[in-house]
């Protein structure tokens, strides 16, 4: 699943946030599909292994590319002492190839931090929008849950009063009559 894939799952789950009707004598509160929204954080969730694969992978091909430019390096330092030994046994030719083999694995090794730091960073950043992604609708739909319960049992509330100013008028009645 692609990084696009997670982000339309959430805004998916925005949109119903945000499509949700409101839930009765509340401006705030809303109704929203509880078996909807546990189904998409659900394919968010499974969305998540894919892109820590991913990163893993990047990971894993700028190691791959470290141990090829290594072995690059010393086929081409090796062949450069040997080119040197069998042209000239001048010290100083022998030096400049060495330096010059040096400098080149100096580069490769600069070249491969630089690319662990770049893939750190990526995955970095892609877990902490996710996870503040995800946050930020569990947030939501547990202040939605909070205001449904909160307005749910002050409803509770008012029909019990009702039940209970009734069944007295009822018991007065009976009395009166008796």
């Avoid at 700028?62 to 010290?91: I, L, N, P, T």
């Avoid at 931090?113 to 947030?139: F, G, H, S």
């Amino acid at each position: 699943m692609a990084n696009n894939d997670v982000q339309h799952l959430l805004d998916m789950l925005y949109d119903m946030i945000d499509r949700a009707k409101n839930a009765p004598l509340s401006g705030d509160k809303c109704l929203v599909n509880r078996d909807e929204a546990l189904d998409l954080i659900d394919e968010i969730k499974a969305a998540l292994p894919n892109e820590l694969k991913r990163a893993q992978d990047l990971i894993r091909a700028k190691e791959d590319y470290v141990v090829q430019a290594k072995r690059d390096v010393e086929r081409m330092m090796q062949r450069a002492e040997q080119d040197a030994k069998s042209r000239v046994s001048d010290s100083e030719v022998l030096a400049a190839a060495r330096e010059k083999g040096h400098d080149i694995v100096r580069r490769a090794e600069e070249r491969s931090r630089e690319m662990y730091r770049v893939a750190n960073e990526y995955t970095e950043d892609a877990l902490r929008r996710t996870e503040e992604a995800i946050q930020a609708a569990l947030d939501e739909i547990k202040q939605s849950r909070a205001k449904f319960r909160a307005v749910s049992t002050e409803q509770m509330k008012k029909k019990r009063e009702e039940l209970s100013q009734s069944t007295e008028k009822t018991d007065k009645k009976s009395d009166e009559n008796s």
